[in-house]
């Protein structure tokens, strides 16, 4: 286990973090939303989001909702952090569902999760329309997150919270004085998938702050900093890193507008710190280089990279200076950014780094709450995830000649399990409370880890080589005018596999930088630049065939390609 880099704050579960943080940082403003009127922003203080907590939940017992499971739905913004808040830290359990699932899925989840109440925004409206119409669920209460008033079906969730302050003013503790058990579960989450496959994940207080506490013993956030949250607040990447941890150091929040508005939002909220996929810091990055190149500045910044990279090596770091106006370019405030969710292309991070940019690169899963490591403010090793947090103990489970194996860990962030599912709580957790992650590592030495690919979608091959599709599509997405890339084993009849890669195409970069239009041409001119590639790696890893189109991979709300349905088109 590493140490601890800086000082932290204890927690026994987040209603003491929020009341830890909240004597702290009271005053300092928590959220600052946009308003209808232009370039006017409203802010809402820590105190002011605590006690609109507070109401709520203490309105959602008077709703005799006492450890009943409430859902939460819709897109991020701040009423979902409030009914987050007031489900988990005193009424009951609380489903975060994925915002952008179709309407089947959302009632089947709702089913699964047997909730009694649901909070959702006025997107949903229809959809939940429908499923009270139904009346196949156990949902007693719809709460708009949108409407000022409660109607005949539908309750307003600003109503509730008004309710709650006559509530609390009358001398109503319930919910304040809520006693929080750490180990139980209160949180179920989905994992992405199907719904038939997606599994229930049962986390606890317990899970979450322990993983809070490791962050903020490697990462530091100030009171000061401003937080850009984009990612769905469902998934836990952003629930806990992005929204809980960030309430928890006296930060301010921002909402994104939305990708196409990413940059101008960086710039307009004085971003300092932001967490997000590596495809949006990637896209960024190849936008910045292609700018420098568009002026002819490029062999100057080269030339600038090196000099600095020099001084560095004897303690002397002119990069903000020496790249102001790169920076500029980007916001000039943005200190942070952490990448997840899948791994970040070396070059890119080095890139970054080399202009002065901090990007640090983590790993997790949601049943480990969700961080298991990450680079931080001490230990960086491009390539890796960093170190594994100060609670968590990881191995590599039947490693090969190489070192390769599965990434196994055991810490305080660990599941409680899966919700109703007994046996792929044992396929997961084994009798020695080890967590397997189902990904393929590597730990140096030093202690850090590098991920080498998913072990479901290894491709072994007759002459027992495996095969990482990541690693492939890394190689092929360099390619200039690839977006992005999904590679896979055909069976050849023979018993074996043929190497195959789906290649997204960026026409406008294709036409430009190749001078092709028609789909034949396209097809001829990547496949070319594919055989370059293969020339650079072993033969049993050739990529043998390719398709190409223009539209987008099958992915889930956090960017990941969804391999299964994915191999459906190609197959």
């Given amino acids: 286990m590493r140490e601890p880099i800086h000082k932290f704050d204890k927690f026994t579960d987040l209603k003491d973090m929020l009341k830890i943080s909240g004597e702290k940082f009271g005053d300092r403003p928590a959220y600052m ?33 006492k450890n009943k499971r409430i859902a939460v739905i819709g897109e991020n913004r701040y009423e979902w952090g409030v009914a987050y808040l007031a489900v988990v830290t005193g009424t009951g359990v609380v489903v975060p569902l994925d915002k952008a699932l179709p309407e089947n899925e959302i009632e089947s989840l709702i089913i699964r999760s047997e909730v009694e109440a649901i909070f959702y925004s006025k997107k949903y409206d229809d959809i939940m329309a429908k499923i009270q119409e139904k009346g196949n669920t156990k949902l007693r209460y719809y709460i708009s997150m949108d409407l000022k008033e409660n109607t005949e079906k539908v309750y307003s969730m600003e109503q509730l919270v008004k309710d709650g302050k006559q509530l609390v003013e009358k001398g109503n503790r319930e919910f304040i004085d809520a006693k929080i058990n750490p180990e139980e579960m209160q949180i179920m989450l989905f994992t992405s998938g199907t719904t038939a496959m997606s599994k229930a994940v049962k986390l606890s207080h317990k899970n979450i702050v322990s993983n809070l506490m490791d962050i903020a ?22 629930s806990t890193v992005g929204f809980l941890y960030p309430i928890s150091k006296g930060c301010k929040i921002t909402f994104c507008d939305g990708i196409r508005h990413i940059a101008e939002n960086i710039k307009e909220y004085k971003i300092t710190a932001m967490i997000s996929v590596p495809a949006l810091y990637e896209g960024i990055y190849k936008q910045v280089v292609k700018a420098i190149k568009k002026q002819g500045k490029w062999e100057k910044v080269q030339k600038g990279v090196r000099i600095s990279n020099t001084l560095r090596k004897i303690g002397i770091d002119i990069r903000a200076k020496l790249f102001k106006e790169i920076h500029q370019s980007l916001g000039e405030d943005l200190r942070l950014m952490v990448a997840g969710g899948a791994a970040l292309d070396p070059e890119i991070e080095k890139g970054y780094t080399d202009l002065g940019f901090c990007v640090y690169q983590g790993y997790g899963l949601t049943e480990t709450s969700p961080v298991i490591a990450a680079e931080d403010d001490k230990y960086r090793r491009l390539g890796s995830i960093g170190k594994a947090f100060p609670s968590v103990d990881v191995k590599i489970f039947e490693p090969n000649e190489e070192g390769i194996g599965e990434l196994i860990a055991k810490a305080p962030s660990v599941m409680l399990g899966y919700y109703n599912n007994e046996e792929a709580t044992k396929e997961a957790i084994d009798e020695q409370g080890w967590f397997h992650t189902g990904d393929l590592a590597r730990i140096d030495k030093d202690g850090y880890i590098f991920i080498t690919g998913r072990k479901k979608y290894v491709i072994v091959l007759q002459n027992g080589k495996n095969i990482f599709p990541e690693e492939l599509e890394a190689l092929v997405n360099k390619i200039e005018g690839v977006k992005e890339s999904f590679v896979y084993g055909r069976p050849d009849g023979t018993g074996d596999y043929k190497i195959c890669a789906k290649i997204v195409y960026d026409k406008e970069i294709v036409k430009e930088v190749y001078n092709v239009e028609n789909i034949d041409d396209i097809k001829e001119t990547i496949w070319q630049e594919v055989k370059k590639m293969n020339k650079s790696m072993p033969a049993y890893k050739y990529i043998r065939d390719i398709i190409v189109t223009d539209q987008e991979l099958i992915k889930t709300t956090t960017q990941k390609i969804k391999r299964h349905e994915e191999m459906k088109t190609v197959s």
């Fill in 33 to 65: 939303l946009r308003t209808e009127e232009k370039g006017k922003f409203k802010t809402i203080t820590h105190k002011e989001f605590r006690e609109e907590i507070n109401n709520l939940g203490t309105k959602l017992i008077d709703m005799e909702l």
């Fill in 217 to 238: 013993a490697v990462i530091k956030l100030y009171k000061n900093d401003v937080m850009l949250s984009f990612l769905p607040l469902h998934h836990t990447f952003e």
